[in-house]
Structure formats: structure tokens, C-alpha cells
């Protein structure tokens, strides 16, 4: 009658298109010198993954293996973040997160709504069962971020 | 540990030990998300939610629902399913002894507690004999299970009779879920030998399996009136596989099947017998052993309908010195759930079941050969009055037993959600326990005395007029997701009871027989709260407070010494509990579970010459533990239970355990994944 791993299913698939993200992504190779070994996934706020990220770190980006970082807010540490993901908790300190983040080639994403609007990357939205995406492209544009145009085509908008 | 408990270790060696070889290869955990490898095209065509009724969230269920999850398994450190049982409020939970427990809903407490429905993946599994269940038969991998749903108050309408004051939904994980090997081994002073394994692995392109194997020593623990040992020492074994398909889109299947046995020591005192002194203390054994095979299997007819078919077949036999019983059950359930016009979503059902009850009699207990036909059909109706905001759902359960005949379970559920965050929700509803075998034709000796013509007994006897409990139920709650971190969920209820039973005396023959009579009612009201606070991503607190009070009289033709009277303070009043957990540095983390319960008052049936009621303080429980997680695939747990006082009186059996104390224990145990 009740089934909790409902939410379980949906985290685990919001993990996955957090990888498929960075991979049809090009970071400015200036920001990304080749001597680094790690690409460094974020998470703000509360982590709503949980068990959902098992494995997470056995997987490459770029031939760099991820790295998981939990921040309770933005700090100078993110800077070297490729790809940040902003927690619901965080829904009230967004305007401060975005600032943060703007200009510099880090890659947002969030499912809180009215996130791409707003100034992230990408949102995660839902349409009928199904988990989908907005882009914000000029804002990847604007901190020199090359989003894959086949990321493009699918997202349900690009702004 | 027992020279069979010794055997098996000894069998098991090897496999422990070829897992160590395996250990070098740092191949990805078993449990790693296994949707990390799908594209994103893949990834859009996932549903992550779904229509159909039966996997509603737990914010849209209109009834008063807790989930005990796979984590709070794992950070409780529980090591039997009973004790994680614990966990949820408005149920109460207490230890009798190592492998008795009392466990009920809303009151009505007891070794013998009947008005609770519980399941294994759909299977019923309280015992026809007494309609309660034995609880040291349900011995599954901890490991497997995926959560544990706990139903306060009457679910007749879905699930038939006896899910009177609850039904407890135990669940394991899909077989694609536990992909990969695990092995668990551990001890401790109370707990000497824990050992579990599972390995999962790809039948095909849309098929997994598992396989499992259990085995668990329990120790003893001592009695209250001497401090010796309560000779109530147990171990179990279980092994068992599940499978599940997905042939395509819309088509699922499931088989699955356990295989058990149990060995146990306990007490009865007194034991009565037909000779001088009459009144006896015997120290005996009592074995149980078992298996099951279920199948399910459900399509989706279109993206509107589906329909799913269930079949199972169970045997249990337990053996000892006062009975000796085994039951066949054979269990067909067909369900049809769609969607009709925009609003509605019709669920309906009907299922059959053949109980077939063998039992050997001795002078102790006597219950007659039976064989049980159960007819069942169900409708419910799902109606969205107004678009994403008020649902009400009506509907009725149909049943024919052997016993009573046609019973309706019929109930009226209400769910208002004005807002994403708020779930308001209540329900009227009525619900029946139909007659256990022992009630209608048992014969329960509870007293032996010398008379002139020979022996004197006095019997707890059944009554073939013995007819079902009714209650009438109404509830309401409130869910508030606060905020993402922050959740509260409060549930109140009315029971009102009609023909509850309770044993009048009678003169016999032969002494005198207490009959089984529907003869007490009254009101059952309470209060649960549960309270999710997850403070940060490192710190978390569950609280749960529970209130009940019941009110129950019995017909002025029951005299006190039945007992009934006491129905009303056999349960707590008030429980509360808190869990924490803490993780400290990247790998370890610190669990706490606190949970207190109050007074309540007991009657040991066996004493009832004798005694008079006997008073349970209240008691606090600490559990704590602290888990170190050296390598991704590798965690040592060392587990502390009942740490506040040395041993804890939690319950006095009605049936003829002596009072027993429950120790503290303390525990170490590794897992390995693979």
C-alpha cells in the first residue's frame, strides 16, 4: 500500500543524470588543468542522495574519477568543484549560492523550482512519471561552459 | 551453542573463508546504484512514480502508517524482527523471553495477542491455532529486508480478517537489489553466534536471483524470581532464494521460498500433570520447522489497468512437550486495479485459501484435526472529488469462513492535501477477528487437583458458539513535511470493541472449564506521533510518543477472577522513543535508541490459583552502537542492548513461561559485501 523506495528510485536516477550531465559537458581547459586527477561532484545543503551515490566514485569523468564533496555552504572549496548540486534545503540561500557560483565554470544543478529561471544550470523537473531537465544555456555560455547540443535537444526547456 | 548449532558452523566454514580471497578484488559494491551506467534516454524513461494504488507514498495513504526502513534496520542494531518492530509507535513490543515475545497494536498485549495481521511478501504468517503469531518462526535475513510497514488500526477492507487493530507488511528487497555477495558473522554474550550470507546474481537479460542462508544462536537469559538461567536458549536456520522478472515493459514476476528450523529451549512452570504433585516445573525443548513457495505475477493491461496474480503454499510444524501442530496452507489472490473516468480508480480482488490443521493431543492441549476453507472478494474505490487536493476512498471486504460464516469489512477513508507539504486525512472503519481454533474447539489444561474420585481439572475450553470481534473504528491524522529535513506525522483514534472474548467459569464434570465467551467491550482511544529530524547531513533523530487508553468492561455474569478487568492496564500508557544517529568521521557512525515504556500490570494464567495480577514497572532501554566502515566493502559493528539496567522484566506471559529478565548484551559484528 506505501512504498518509500519510491523516493529510493528517484534519487538513484537523479545520481545517474548528475553523470550523464558532466559527461556531455566541456569545461574551459583552463580551468582544468591536466595534472588533476579529480573531477569533484558537490553536494549543498543536506544530501538528499544518501545510498544513492554508492559507486558513484568508481566512475570516471573525463578519465578523472569523481570525488564527492558535502558542503553545509558555499565556501572558497568550491571553487574547485566542477559540478555542484544545490540541495532543496538550500532553497532559501539560493540568490546567495548563485552569486557564488556566477561567472566561474561550474556546472549547477538542483531540483528546486525556478532553479534555471534563477541563474543555475540545470533543474530537474518532472513531466507525467518521468524526470526531465531545463537548461539555463546562456548561463552556461556566460561561465564558459560548452553544453553538449544533444543535451540540448532532450531538455524540456532551454533557456 | 548445541552440538547442531556446532555442525553448522563447522559446514559454513569453507564458504566464509573463500570469501576472503575474493576480498582483494575492489570490484564495486553489490548494493552500488545500479542505474549509474544508464544513458540519459534510458534515464527519461524510468517512471519514478506511479499511478497504481498499491504504490501509493506514504504522505497520500489515509490510514496511520510507519515505515521501518532497511537503514534503521541496519543502525539499530537489532538482530531479530520483533525487536525492530520496536521502532514503530503504536505498537508495544515486549520481550517475554529469548524467543517469546508480545507483540500487538493498540493495546490488547499478550504472548497470545490475536488482532494483528502480519505478512511476509504477502504471506500470511499468525498461526490459525490462536490467530497470533509465532514469532520465533519468522527468522528472514535481516539484510534483505527492504522495509517493514506497520498499519495501525483496522486494514480489513484490503486484508481480511484479523488486521483488526493493525497489519504489519514485512517486505525484502528485489532480487536486482542485492546483486552481489554479502557475509555476515558476529557474537556476543547474548547473541554467541550470528552468521548470514546471501549471494545475487543475473539469471538473463531480465531476470535476478538470490540465494540466502541464516543461522543465529540466541542465549538465554535468566528468571526473575531466582537469578538462574531461564533456560530459554534458541537457534535458527533459515535458507531461502527469490526471483524476480521483467520480462518487458508491464510484465513483472516473482517466486520465491524459505526453508526453516528452529530449536529452542523453554520453561513451562507449572507444568501440570495427571499425577501427584500435579503441579510441575518442566524444562523442555520445542522445535519448529517450515517452508514456503510464492509466486506473484502482474501485468499491466494498459497504462490505465494491471492485473497481478498471487499463489502460495506454506507449511509449519511445531513440536513440544504440550502440543504438537502443523498446518498446510494453500492461498490463490487475484487483484484488478483501473482506472475509470478521469476521477476514480477501482481496486478489486478475490482470493481463496485451504487451511489444513494436524494436531496430536496430549493432556496439556487438545485441538481436533481441522481442514478450513476461507472465501474472500474485495472492492475499493479510489474517487479524486477535487482535482490533486481531496480523494475519498470506500470499499469493502467479503469473506466466508468455516467458522462464522459471511463477515463485511467495509471502511470510508477521507485524504485532504490543500498543499504539497500537508496531508490531513481520516476514517471510519469495521473490522472483525474471526475465531482461532483453540476458541471454538480447544481444551487448555490450566490446573490439576485431588478429588475423591480421582484427579479434578480446571480447562480453558473452547465454545463452538464462540462468534467474531467486531470493532468499529475511527481515525484521524495529520502529515506536515515542515520542511525537507523536518517531518511530522500524528495519528489519533476511537475504537469502539464489540464481543471481545474472555473465559467464563463454569462447573464441570470434572473440576470446572473457563469457556471461551464473547463477553467484554468497550473503547480503545490513543495518540501516535512520529517526528523526522534530520538536524544535518551527519545528524538524525527519530521520536516517537505513543498514548492509549483503553476502557473495556466485561458482561456483569464474568466474575474477576476471569481476568478480563485487566485487558485495560496489560498495555502501556504512554511509550516513547528516540533514535539518533551520529556520523562522526567519514566512516563511522554512532547510534543511540532510547525507548521507554511504562507500568503496566500482567497476569501469568498459569498462577492464576495462586497470583493475582503482578506489576511491570516502567523501563528505559538504551541500545547503542557504533559502526566503522574501514573499507567501502567491509563494516564492523560493535552493538550494545539494554545497557541502562543489567536485565529488563518487560512482560509476564499469560501462557506458562516463568517471568524472565532480559539481559543486557553486547555484540560484535563484521559484513562484508562483494
Same mark, same amino acid.
Given at each position: 500500500?506505501?512504498?518509500?523506495?519510491?523516493?529510493?528510485?528517484?534519487?538513484?536516477?537523479?545520481?545517474?543524470?548528475?553523470?550523464?550531465?558532466?559527461?556531455?559537458?566541456?569545461?574551459?581547459?583552463?580551468?582544468?588543468?591536466?595534472?588533476?586527477?579529480?573531477?569533484?561532484?558537490?553536494?549543498?545543503?543536506?544530501?538528499?542522495?544518501?545510498?544513492?551515490?554508492?559507486?558513484?566514485?568508481?566512475?570516471?569523468?573525463?578519465?578523472?574519477?569523481?570525488?564527492?564533496?558535502?558542503?553545509?555552504?558555499?565556501?572558497?572549496?568550491?571553487?574547485?568543484?566542477?559540478?555542484?548540486?544545490?540541495?532543496?534545503? +538550500?532553497?532559501?540561500?539560493?540568490?546567495?549560492? #548563485? $552569486? &557564488?557560483?556566477?561567472?566561474?565554470?561550474?556546472?549547477?544543478? @538542483?531540483? =528546486?523550482?525556478?532553479?534555471?529561471?534563477?541563474?543555475?544550470?540545470? +533543474?530537474?523537473?518532472?513531466?507525467?512519471?518521468? #524526470? $526531465? &531537465?531545463?537548461?539555463?544555456?546562456?548561463?552556461?555560455?556566460? @561561465?564558459? =561552459?560548452?553544453?553538449?547540443?544533444?543535451?540540448?535537444?532532450?531538455?524540456?526547456?532551454?533557456? | 551453542?548445541?552440538?547442531?548449532?556446532?555442525?553448522?558452523?563447522?559446514?559454513?566454514?569453507?564458504?566464509?573463508?573463500?570469501?576472503?580471497?575474493?576480498?582483494?578484488?575492489?570490484?564495486?559494491?553489490?548494493?552500488?546504484?545500479?542505474?549509474?551506467?544508464?544513458?540519459?534516454?534510458?534515464?527519461?524513461?524510468?517512471?519514478?512514480?506511479?499511478?497504481?494504488?498499491?504504490?501509493?507514498?506514504?504522505?497520500?495513504?489515509?490510514?496511520?502508517?510507519?515505515?521501518?526502513?532497511?537503514?534503521?534496520?541496519?543502525?539499530?542494531?537489532?538482530?531479530?524482527?520483533?525487536?525492530?518492530?520496536?521502532?514503530?509507535?503504536?505498537?508495544?513490543?515486549?520481550?517475554?523471553?529469548?524467543?517469546?515475545?508480545?507483540?500487538?497494536?493498540r493495546g490488547f498485549?499478550?504472548?497470545?495477542?490475536?488482532?494483528?495481521?502480519?505478512?511476509?511478501?504477502?504471506?500470511?504468517?499468525?498461526?490459525?491455532?490462536?490467530?497470533?503469531?509465532?514469532?520465533?518462526?519468522?527468522?528472514?535475513?535481516?539484510?534483505?529486508?527492504?522495509?517493514?510497514?506497520?498499519?495501525?488500526?483496522?486494514?480489513?477492507?484490503?486484508?481480511?480478517?484479523?488486521?483488526?487493530?493493525?497489519?504489519?507488511?514485512?517486505?525484502?528487497?528485489?532480487?536486482?537489489?542485492?546483486?552481489?555477495?554479502?557475509?555476515?558473522?558476529?557474537?556476543?554474550?547474548?547473541?554467541?553466534?550470528?552468521?548470514?550470507?546471501?549471494?545475487?546474481?543475473?539469471?538473463?537479460?531480465?531476470?535476478?536471483?538470490?540465494?540466502?542462508?541464516?543461522?543465529?544462536?540466541?542465549?538465554?537469559?535468566?528468571?526473575?524470581?531466582?537469578?538462574?538461567?531461564?533456560?530459554?536458549?534458541?537457534?535458527?536456520?533459515?535458507?531461502?532464494?527469490?526471483?524476480?522478472?521483467?520480462?518487458?515493459?508491464?510484465?513483472?514476476?516473482?517466486?520465491?521460498?524459505?526453508?526453516?528450523?528452529?530449536?529452542?529451549?523453554?520453561?513451562?512452570?507449572?507444568?501440570?500433570?495427571?499425577?501427584?504433585?500435579?503441579?510441575?516445573?518442566?524444562?523442555?525443548?520445542?522445535?519448529?520447522?517450515?517452508?514456503?513457495?510464492?509466486?506473484?505475477?502482474?501485468?499491466?493491461?494498459?497504462?490505465?489497468?494491471?492485473?497481478?496474480?498471487?499463489?502460495?503454499?506454506?507449511?509449519?510444524?511445531?513440536?513440544?512437550?504440550?502440543?504438537?501442530?502443523?498446518?498446510?496452507?494453500?492461498?490463490?489472490?487475484?487483484?484488478?486495479?483501473?482506472?475509470?473516468?478521469?476521477?476514480?480508480?477501482?481496486?478489486?480482488?478475490?482470493?481463496?485459501?485451504?487451511?489444513?490443521?494436524?494436531?496430536?493431543?496430549?493432556?496439556?492441549?487438545?485441538?481436533?484435526?481441522?481442514?478450513?476453507?476461507?472465501?474472500?472478494?474485495?472492492?475499493?474505490?479510489?474517487?479524486?472529488?477535487?482535482?490533486?487536493?481531496?480523494?475519498?476512498?470506500?470499499?469493502?471486504?467479503?469473506?466466508?469462513?468455516?467458522?462464522?460464516?459471511?463477515?463485511?469489512?467495509?471502511?470510508?477513508?477521507?485524504?485532504?492535501?490543500?498543499?504539497?507539504?500537508?496531508?490531513?486525512?481520516?476514517?471510519?472503519?469495521?473490522?472483525?477477528?474471526?475465531?482461532?481454533?483453540?476458541?471454538?474447539?480447544?481444551?487448555?489444561?490450566?490446573?490439576?487437583?485431588?478429588?475423591?474420585?480421582?484427579?479434578?481439572?480446571?480447562?480453558?475450553?473452547?465454545?463452538?458458539?464462540?462468534?467474531?470481534?467486531?470493532l468499529y473504528?475511527?481515525?484521524?491524522?495529520?502529515?506536515?513535511?515542515?520542511?525537507?529535513?523536518?517531518?511530522?506525522?500524528?495519528?489519533?483514534f476511537y475504537n469502539d470493541y464489540e464481543?471481545i472474548?474472555?473465559?467464563?467459569?463454569?462447573?464441570?464434570?470434572?473440576?470446572?472449564?473457563?469457556?471461551?465467551?464473547?463477553?467484554v467491550s468497550g473503547t480503545g482511544q490513543g495518540?501516535?506521533?512520529?517526528?523526522?529530524?534530520?538536524?544535518?547531513?551527519?545528524?538524525?533523530?527519530?521520536?516517537?510518543?505513543?498514548y492509549l487508553e483503553l476502557d473495556l468492561t466485561e458482561?456483569?455474569?464474568?466474575?474477576?477472577?476471569?481476568?478480563s478487568y485487566l485487558l485495560n492496564d496489560s498495555s502501556?500508557r504512554?511509550?516513547?522513543?528516540?533514535?539518533?544517529?551520529?556520523?562522526?568521521?567519514?566512516?563511522?557512525?554512532?547510534?543511540?535508541?532510547?525507548?521507554?515504556?511504562?507500568?503496566?500490570q500482567?497476569?501469568?494464567?498459569?498462577?492464576?490459583?495462586?497470583?493475582?495480577?503482578?506489576?511491570?514497572?516502567?523501563?528505559?532501554?538504551?541500545?547503542?552502537?557504533?559502526?566503522?566502515?574501514?573499507?567501502?566493502?567491509?563494516?564492523?559493528?560493535?552493538?550494545?542492548?539494554?545497557?541502562?539496567?543489567?536485565?529488563?522484566?518487560?512482560?509476564?506471559?499469560?501462557?506458562?513461561?516463568?517471568?524472565?529478565?532480559?539481559?543486557?548484551?553486547?555484540?560484535?559484528?563484521?559484513?562484508?559485501?562483494?
Open positions: 500500500m506505501v512504498r518509500a523506495a519510491d523516493e529510493d528510485l528517484e534519487q538513484k536516477v537523479k545520481v545517474a543524470f548528475l553523470l550523464n550531465f558532466a559527461k556531455f559537458t566541456a569545461w574551459p581547459e583552463v580551468f582544468w588543468p591536466a595534472d588533476r586527477s579529480d573531477f569533484i561532484l558537490a553536494i549543498i545543503g543536506d544530501d538528499p542522495f544518501g545510498l544513492a551515490l554508492k559507486g558513484v566514485d568508481q566512475k570516471q569523468i573525463y578519465g578523472k574519477s569523481i570525488r564527492l564533496q558535502y558542503a553545509g555552504t558555499p565556501s572558497a572549496d568550491l571553487e574547485n568543484c566542477q559540478l555542484v548540486f544545490v540541495s532543496k534545503s +538550500e532553497k532559501d540561500n539560493l540568490r546567495g549560492i #548563485l $552569486s &557564488f557560483t556566477e561567472g566561474k565554470p561550474i556546472v549547477t544543478v @538542483s531540483d =528546486i523550482e525556478g532553479f534555471a529561471a534563477a541563474g543555475g544550470i540545470f +533543474e530537474f523537473k518532472r513531466k507525467d512519471d518521468h #524526470l $526531465s &531537465f531545463i537548461i539555463n544555456n546562456s548561463k552556461a555560455r556566460q @561561465s564558459g =561552459i560548452h553544453i553538449n547540443s544533444s543535451l540540448l535537444k532532450l531538455a524540456i526547456e532551454v533557456l | 551453542m548445541s552440538q547442531s548449532g556446532l555442525r553448522i558452523v563447522m559446514a559454513m566454514m569453507p564458504v566464509v573463508l573463500g570469501l576472503g580471497c575474493l576480498g582483494n578484488i575492489y570490484a564495486a559494491s553489490g548494493e552500488s546504484n545500479e542505474y549509474l551506467d544508464l544513458d540519459i534516454t534510458q534515464l527519461m524513461n524510468i517512471k519514478v512514480t506511479s499511478v497504481a494504488k498499491k504504490e501509493q507514498s506514504l504522505a497520500d495513504a489515509a490510514a496511520a502508517v510507519f515505515v521501518i526502513t532497511q537503514e534503521d534496520i541496519r543502525r539499530s542494531g537489532v538482530t531479530t524482527i520483533p525487536d525492530a518492530l520496536a521502532m514503530a509507535p503504536g505498537l508495544q513490543v515486549a520481550k517475554i523471553s529469548a524467543s517469546k515475545w508480545s507483540v500487538s497494536s498485549a499478550g504472548y497470545t495477542s490475536n488482532k494483528l495481521l502480519v505478512l511476509i511478501d504477502g504471506r500470511s504468517v499468525y498461526s490459525p491455532a490462536y490467530s497470533g503469531t509465532f514469532w520465533d518462526a519468522q527468522n528472514t535475513l535481516l539484510e534483505d529486508i527492504d522495509r517493514i510497514e506497520v498499519i495501525r488500526g483496522p486494514g480489513g477492507t484490503l486484508w481480511g480478517a484479523n488486521a483488526v487493530n493493525g497489519v504489519i507488511n514485512i517486505i525484502t528487497k528485489k532480487a536486482d537489489q542485492t546483486q552481489g555477495g554479502l557475509a555476515r558473522l558476529g557474537a556476543g554474550n547474548q547473541e554467541p553466534f550470528m552468521f548470514g550470507s546471501r549471494y545475487g546474481g543475473k539469471i538473463s537479460d531480465t531476470a535476478y536471483g538470490r540465494a540466502y542462508l541464516t543461522y543465529n544462536d540466541h542465549g538465554e537469559n535468566v528468571l526473575k524470581s531466582s537469578d538462574t538461567d531461564a533456560g530459554d536458549q534458541w537457534q535458527s536456520a533459515q535458507g531461502g532464494f527469490r526471483m524476480d522478472g521483467k520480462p518487458n515493459d508491464g510484465k513483472e514476476w516473482t517466486l520465491q521460498g524459505d526453508l526453516y528450523k528452529n530449536t529452542g529451549d523453554q520453561t513451562f512452570s507449572p507444568f501440570w500433570i495427571s499425577q501427584p504433585p500435579f503441579m510441575t516445573t518442566l524444562y523442555d525443548e520445542v522445535n519448529n520447522k517450515g517452508g514456503n513457495l510464492l509466486g506473484r505475477y502482474r501485468q499491466e493491461i494498459d497504462s490505465e489497468s494491471a492485473v497481478a496474480l498471487k499463489v502460495y503454499y506454506d507449511n509449519n510444524e511445531r513440536d513440544d512437550a504440550v502440543f504438537k501442530l502443523a498446518f498446510n496452507t494453500f492461498d490463490i489472490d487475484l487483484q484488478y486495479e483501473t482506472k475509470w473516468g478521469q476521477r476514480q480508480n477501482l481496486m478489486m480482488g478475490t482470493g481463496y485459501r485451504v487451511v489444513q490443521g494436524d494436531f496430536d493431543q496430549s493432556f496439556q492441549v487438545s485441538l481436533p484435526d481441522r481442514t478450513d476453507h476461507l472465501y474472500s472478494a474485495f472492492l475499493q474505490d479510489e474517487i479524486n472529488l477535487l482535482a490533486n487536493t481531496l480523494w475519498l476512498t470506500l470499499g469493502s471486504k467479503y469473506e466466508h469462513n468455516g467458522y462464522t460464516g459471511s463477515e463485511w469489512q467495509p471502511s470510508a477513508r477521507l485524504l485532504l492535501k490543500p498543499a504539497e507539504q500537508h496531508s490531513l486525512w481520516t476514517s471510519v472503519a469495521r473490522a472483525v477477528r474471526t475465531p482461532s481454533i483453540v476458541e471454538r474447539y480447544g481444551r487448555v489444561t490450566m490446573g490439576v487437583f485431588p478429588t475423591a474420585m480421582g484427579i479434578g481439572t480446571v480447562t480453558f475450553t473452547g465454545n463452538p458458539d464462540f462468534e467474531s470481534e467486531i473504528a475511527y481515525e484521524a491524522g495529520y502529515r506536515w513535511q515542515a520542511r525537507d529535513n523536518l517531518s511530522f506525522d500524528v495519528a489519533v464481543e472474548y474472555t473465559a467464563m467459569p463454569q462447573p464441570s464434570p470434572t473440576g470446572y472449564d473457563y469457556v471461551f465467551v464473547n463477553a495518540i501516535e506521533v512520529a517526528v523526522d529530524w534530520k538536524a544535518t547531513s551527519r545528524l538524525s533523530f527519530v521520536l516517537t510518543y505513543s458482561d456483569a455474569s464474568i466474575p474477576r477472577e476471569a481476568g502501556p504512554h511509550q516513547g522513543s528516540m533514535r539518533s544517529s551520529l556520523s562522526l568521521a567519514e566512516n563511522w557512525q554512532v547510534n543511540l535508541w532510547l525507548r521507554y515504556v511504562d507500568s503496566i500482567g497476569l501469568n494464567r498459569a498462577d492464576q490459583a495462586s497470583a493475582g495480577p503482578a506489576e511491570i514497572d516502567a523501563y528505559l532501554i538504551t541500545d547503542l552502537n557504533l559502526i566503522w566502515t574501514p573499507r567501502k566493502d567491509l563494516e564492523v559493528m560493535l552493538a550494545g542492548q539494554n545497557l541502562t539496567k543489567g536485565q529488563s522484566f518487560q512482560y509476564i506471559s499469560e501462557y506458562s513461561t516463568p517471568a524472565t529478565e532480559i539481559e543486557r548484551g553486547v555484540y560484535c559484528k563484521l559484513t562484508w559485501r562483494f
